[in-house]
């Protein structure tokens, strides 16, 4: 098992920029989710992706977008930044029934 | 909407201690439960999973409980270890298995 791996860890992006953060799924896992975690709370279910299609979303607008490849792997884009998208951003890829395995994160901080 | 607390929010306790967290949830109807453990500035480390049909599962010094029809889970640490200190994070799974739900968490402070 190779885990699950984000990229990059850090970044810093100026309000009104685009980001796209990476993430590279555990091998043998078909779903990969995206939450994103501001300081001293829990984490926020942004969507997740089940064979290349987005099956589920919570409250985030449009400007959140995700891709998923036929690898398994995936990205989150987020388009015209604001202030308050600085948070820790957490991919995790699953099994359905079996629990779920998360990245380490990539911090984004938006000036 | 599902709601999950964690209670206390901060715990303090002296190396060797057994302990106890709480998590309660607002909607029984649950896929599975999941406890994560979270490091300062790091990711989540699963800990322990629950499936529906379960209501209980151990590892080494962790058990945690499920109570879907009170909408409760305990964690249980025995012996506590400086090491142990960390935030430990509960997640119920909505029960189209497409999202968890988290609380806020308990952040965990074990002196030696």
């Known amino acids: 098992e190779t885990g699950v791996t984000q990229s990059p860890t850090h970044l810093i992006k100026t309000r009104g920029q685009q980001v796209t953060l990476r993430c590279s799924s555990q091998s043998g896992h078909n779903t990969v989710s995206w939450y994103q975690q501001a300081l001293g709370q829990g984490p926020q279910f942004i969507f997740q992706y089940y064979r290349e299609e987005e099956n589920g979303r919570g409250n985030f607008p449009p400007r959140f977008s995700g891709l998923q490849f036929p690898n398994y792997s995936s990205e989150l884009n987020v388009n015209a930044l604001e202030l308050d998208d600085s948070a820790l951003y957490l991919c995790?890829?699953?099994?359905?029934?079996?629990?779920?395995?998360f990245g380490s994160g990539t911090r984004l901080t938006v000036v | 909407k599902q709601e999950v607390t964690q209670i206390p929010a901060a715990l303090s306790v002296p190396e060797g201690e057994n302990l106890v967290l709480n998590c309660s949830f607002t909607d029984s109807a649950i896929y599975n439960l999941q406890w994560f453990r979270q490091d300062p500035g790091k990711g989540l480390t699963s800990l322990l999973l629950?499936?529906?049909?379960?209501r209980e599962q151990t590892s080494g010094r962790l058990n945690a409980s499920l109570d879907k029809s009170s909408g409760r889970s305990t964690l249980y640490i025995a012996a506590s270890q400086p090491g142990d200190s960390a935030t430990y994070l509960c997640a119920v799974e909505n029960q189209a298995g497409t999202a968890l739900i988290f609380g806020k968490g308990t952040t965990l402070s074990v002196s030696s």
């Open positions: 629950i499936q529906s049909s379960q």
């Open positions: 995790a890829s699953s099994v359905a029934g079996y629990g779920y395995t």
